[in-house]
């Protein structure tokens, strides 16, 4: 079992940068594949960002695109999401997930965080 706990969000103005991360425990998720997903309210959840198990490999969605880097420290056990050029449309609540399949399959995560708010103002 591997419990995830998300931190780092907050409010921000338009243009601004936040940085997410997301603590593991449990056991250790040096081979999971991580990702990032967000809801906004009224709208379903989403993919933003996942990275494969060693680092090497990660894919955005396209919103985020040139914006938004992921990143991961397996000797921490932790994932981060670093958000910069922050748009009104990026307010969501933030969620962090753990995938024992590929970093490149966007509907198979096993773990689930509580999620963080992040809340752009314009």
């Known amino acids: 079992q591997v419990q995830l706990v998300e931190s780092g969000g907050g409010l921000v103005q338009a243009g601004g940068s936040l940085r997410l991360s997301c603590a593991a425990s449990g056991r250790t998720i040096s081979s999971y594949a991580m990702g990032w997903f967000r809801q906004a309210p009224g709208k379903e959840r989403e993919f933003v960002a996942s990275?494969?198990?060693?680092?090497?490999?990660?894919t955005y969605a396209d919103s985020v695109k040139g914006r938004f880097t992921i990143s991961r420290d397996n000797a921490k056990n932790t994932v981060h999401l670093q958000m910069n050029s922050l748009k009104p449309e990026d307010t969501a609540v933030y969620y962090c997930a753990a995938s024992s399949g590929s970093y490149l399959n966007r509907y198979r995560y096993d773990y689930w965080g509580q999620g963080t708010q992040v809340t752009v103002s314009s």
């Open positions: 990275i494969s198990w060693n680092g090497v490999g990660t």
